[in-house]
T-cell receptor, first 114, second 116 residues
Framework: DGGITQSPKYLFRKEGQNVTLSCEQNLNHDAMYWYRQDPGQGLRLIYYSQIVNDFQKGDIAEGYSVSREKKESFPLTVTSAQKNPTAFYLC?????????????FGPGTRLTVT | AQTVTQSQPEMSVQEAETVTLSCTYDTSESDYYLFWYKQPPSRQMILVIRQEAYKQQNATENRFSVNFQKAAKSFSLKISDSQLGDAAMYFCAYRSLSGTASKLTFGTGTRLQVTL
């Protein structure tokens, strides 16, 4: 089955630790995205990548880093510099080059930092 | 920068009835796309319907339809014959045509409850 997987579903970390969230897709999509969702707020874009080895900052990139070494994978690292890391993180992918291409979302990872 | 506003944090509808969710947006662009996404309790985001701004005809997908008013910058979602499975958070999203990335700007969402 084609789709997007995110692991783990729930993640717990101590403050001051970096943590990496996994996102894998087998849809052969060029573009991938990371969003953050907080209660009472919509999704906010953290980073996005249109092709392998290239990525751009979204609206709230501070305290996060990404890599795009493979087309299928777009891991997100939440660093200790992120002031409020506890949130629900969603990964998405889409075809690129066409404006109406739908974004397909993964099931998300709930990160709790204490 | 574009903004998307959903002014109804929560809505309730009885099963089989019709409900309309509101969405307004602010943009200086003349061409763009608009989307409605559904997020059920599983938190999986699901595309409900999409609308190209250059099309005057309102999009329809089965029981879901939109009322797109470009001059008013309004994009409401109408759900007809509501079902229990429609209970979810609904997000309105804007897609700029500048650049090639399919970046979306989301509203804060409307939680829809469906009652018997």
């Amino acid at each position: 089955d084609g789709g997007i997987t995110q692991s783990p579903k729930y993640l717990f970390r101590k403050e001051g630790q970096n943590v990496t969230l996994s996102c894998e897709q087998n849809l052969n999509h060029d573009a991938m995205y990371w969003y953050r969702q907080d209660p009472g707020q919509g999704l906010r874009l953290i980073y996005y990548s249109q092709i392998v080895n290239d990525f751009q900052k979204g609206d709230i990139a501070e305290g996060y880093s990404v890599s795009r070494e493979k087309k299928e994978s777009f891991p997100l690292t939440v660093t200790s510099a992120q002031k409020n890391p506890t949130a629900f993180y969603l990964c998405a992918s889409s075809l690129s080059g066409g404006h109406l291409y739908e974004q397909y979302f993964g099931p998300g990872t709930r990160l709790t930092v204490t | 920068a574009q903004t998307v506003t959903q002014s109804q944090p929560e809505m309730s509808v009885q099963e089989a009835e019709t409900v309309t969710l509101s969405c307004t947006y602010d943009t200086s662009e003349s061409d763009y796309y608009l989307f409605w996404y559904k997020q059920p309790p599983s938190r999986q985001m699901i595309l409900v319907i999409r609308q190209e701004a250059y099309k005057q005809q309102n999009a329809t997908e089965n029981r879901f339809s939109v009322n797109f008013q470009k001059a008013a910058k309004s994009f409401s979602l109408k759900i007809s014959d509501s079902q229990l499975g429609d209970a979810a958070m609904y997000f309105c999203a804007y897609r700029s045509l500048s650049g090639t990335a399919s970046k979306l700007t989301f509203g804060t969402g409307t939680r829809l409850q469906v009652t018997l």
